[in-house]
């Protein structure tokens, strides 16, 4: 009867660790952020560059990532992770956040981008990545030219527990007027 108990509770004890050791192993996952600055037209005059936020594990096994699974308006497919945009306080010596889709809006339809959207959980293979989408940001709108800005990355979607920044990019390009005599006649 006690090695009856004994057993049981050492592997209660196991079974806590292992439990324990997989979400540890979990959170601790080696995923690599970068930010790219990619060129492209968008049809807005003056802003040629958007950014996206790339999260890429870095790590040798797979990494459990939640994502937004979605149908866009142009009806195509589309995967992105959770995340925020972060800008430099030069006066407090911090990041502050300075735009985030909230949480209960995450993979959400609206008219602009998801016609229809899951949360849903993939493995990330090493070497793979998965990205935010891509997001017009230039000075205007509360940003200067020179202002840094940062991704966020929520990679279990909770916007709280996990989150991996890339590195600092700054805001190099100011949208000139639309001018009329420049549009096609």
Known sequence: MQRTR???VVLAVAAIGLVGAFYQRRSAVLLQVRVDAVPAEIGIPGIHKMYRG???NAGNG???VRVCDSLTDAF???VHV???IERWNDLSGRWEE???IPREAFCRPDPTGIVEGRVTEIALSAGHSVETGDIAIHAGEGLRLGDRLRFVVFPYFDHESTRITSAAFEIDELPTPWNSSS???
Do not use: D, K
């Open 98 to 100: 300075f735009w985030r």
């Open 62 to 64: 797979r990494a459990a």
């Open 183 to 185: 549009s096609p006649q």
């Open 6 to 8: 004994v057993v049981i």
């Open 54 to 56: 790339v999260l890429t």
């Open 82 to 84: 959770a995340h925020a």
């Open 76 to 78: 195509g497919r589309e």
